[in-house]
């Protein structure tokens, strides 16, 4: 089990995240919530990534905010400040894990994989980037320019993160040149969650598996 923690970010305020500390940590994770907010589901994510031998937090982007209602959710990741978030809370937690050296990178699912691909595009500490169904506008990170190895998890079935969506995706990352690997799942948006009615216990796994090796590969 974590804890609740405070960390400096780059303009000067402070933010909160979940810590879930690594025992021998080979590197560390900033773990990325969905548009729920930072719930117990997400901080699950994190110890799981602790578990695996890296240091994670979680950052608290909506500020205390949690929900279970869709339109509520909705409303929040509307209202958020993506630059503000990616510049800010997300780069602050990798300069918070980095401070002993070792590598870090960016995981995150929904609202947070769109974060993900900010960060890889956009974030210098970020030295890996694992995405779970989540695409930013164009105008706000360009898969062109990727930076770090890159690894995507989709759904065949996601009306957001559509096929098509994630058809683009790989095209531009292939332009970018990084290392790269996209995976699509039987299933719909949100398969990873344990808690969603869309959870897909084989993808998920299958899924899990693949992130752990692209993090040995690239992150240890």
Avoid at 201 to 209: D, G, I, V
Wanted: charged share 20%; hydrophobic share 40%; aromatic share 10%.
């Amino acid at each position: 089990m974590g804890e609740m923690i405070s960390f400096a970010r780059p303009d000067g305020g402070t933010a909160a995240g979940y810590l879930a500390t690594a025992q021998n940590a080979r590197g560390s994770m900033v773990v990325l919530q969905e548009w729920w907010g930072l719930n117990d589901q997400i901080k699950g994510v994190a110890d799981r990534v602790a578990a695996l031998g890296y240091t994670a937090i979680s950052p608290d982007l909506y500020a205390g905010r949690v929900t279970q209602d869709p339109d509520e959710a909705n409303h929040m990741m509307s209202g958020l400040d993506w630059a503000g978030a990616a510049n800010e809370d997300v780069r602050g937690a990798l300069q918070y894990l980095k401070q002993d050296g070792g590598k870090a990178g960016v995981m995150g699912f929904c609202m947070g994989g769109a974060l993900t691909v900010i960060a890889g595009v956009h974030v210098p500490e970020c030295d890996v980037a694992v995405c779970y169904y989540g695409i930013p506008p164009l105008e706000v990170a360009d898969p062109v320019s990727m930076k770090v190895p890159f690894q995507g998890h989709f759904a065949t079935h996601d009306d957001w993160c559509t096929p098509a969506a994630v058809g683009e995706l790989q095209a531009a990352l292939a332009t970018s040149g990084v290392v790269r690997e996209i995976y699509e799942y039987e299933g719909e948006h949100a398969f990873f969650n344990e808690v969603s009615p869309a959870y897909e216990p084989h993808a998920a796994a299958l899924s899990w598996e693949r992130t752990q090796a692209f993090l040995q590969d690239h992150l240890s």
